[in-house]
């Protein structure tokens, strides 16, 4: 086990990452309470997710992603495009294309240009009622005055609703103009708050929006921190495929953090 935790700040379009080498294994990834520490803001690092590239039998490495309250996610799409950049940064992959195992399947990505990802996103299934998975579910709710949301409270009410009891879900508020614009909010959970931006749930959006409210691909959704993702895709009538998330990323800072340390911080 690593004393020493050596990380790397990241964000994608506003949506922030602590990323960790984990090829050798020594990262404790069962240790979700510090895992939850390193990620709160004030006392640890801060950030919307701390996420764990390890060597993969299958791929060109394993992501592993876990929220801010410790709890492992299947996916987060901004988090794989942070790790594509990342793994060409430490030399995990050769070139700019490149698959990695996730818990929502494997995920190819490229890196299109300095600081700009393109990931191949899961097939979105599960529609019903403005409900779609893309990975992690997401509860789409169309808006017409997003600055007037409540993120926090309304998020948080249909998070936690019987009707997505026991597991719940993300919830995007968002707003549709046509031909192809989404602005939109996010209450994520796990984070159990509004996020800068969350990369599912754009495509969650803009796959609804394209099905169900008439916008056409290439879907531009703007975040809340005024970036814009490109949600890209073909759709037959029923069913989508080629779904391609883009978008920015950007390396804040590097850092190390000790991590016996976080022991102290919980207590």
């Known amino acids: 086990m690593m004393n020493i935790v ?6 994608g379009a506003g949506n922030d990452f602590i990323l960790v080498d984990d090829r050798d294994a020594n990262f404790p990834v069962h240790d979700h309470r510090r895992i939850a520490m ?18 993969s039998l299958i791929c060109d490495f394993k992501m592993m992603f876990f929220n801010p309250d410790g709890t492992e996610a299947e996916l987060c799409g901004n988090g794989a495009r942070c790790i594509a950049a990342f ?3 430490i030399g995990a992959v050769r070139g700019r294309k490149m698959r990695f195992e996730t818990a929502a399947g494997e995920i190819e990505a490229e890196v299109v240009a300095d600081n700009l990802v393109k990931i191949v996103m899961p097939a979105p299934v599960g529609f019903s009622d403005d409900f779609v998975v893309v990975g992690v579910p997401h509860k789409i ?10 993120v926090e409270k309304d998020g948080r009410e249909i998070r936690m609703s019987e009707a997505f009891a026991p597991a719940g879900t ?15 909010r996010t209450y994520e959970r796990g984070v159990e708050s509004e996020t800068g931006a969350c990369g599912t749930g754009s495509v969650s959006a803009a ?3 394209v099905k169900d409210y008439g916008l056409n691909f290439p879907v531009s959704v703007k975040t809340l921190h005024g970036y814009n993702l490109v949600v890209d895709g073909v759709f037959n009538g029923e069913t989508f495929s080629s779904v391609t998330l883009t978008g920015p990323v950007k390396k804040v800072f590097e850092g190390e953090i000790n991590w016996d340390d976080l022991d102290a911080v919980s207590e």
Not at 6 to 11: L, N, Q, R, V, W
Not at 41 to 50: A, K, L, P, S, T
């Open 141 to 150: 709710v169309p808006v017409e005055n997003l600055a007037a949301v409540d």
């Open 170 to 184: 993300n919830v995007d508020f968002v707003k549709y103009k046509k031909p192809n614009v989404v602005h939109i």
């Open 87 to 89: 793994a060409v940064e």
């Open 38 to 55: 390193m990620a709160t803001r004030r006392v640890g690092v801060g950030c919307e997710g701390v996420i764990i590239l390890q060597k």
């Open 207 to 209: 796959v609804i929006g």
């Open 6 to 11: 050596k990380f790397t700040k990241m964000h």
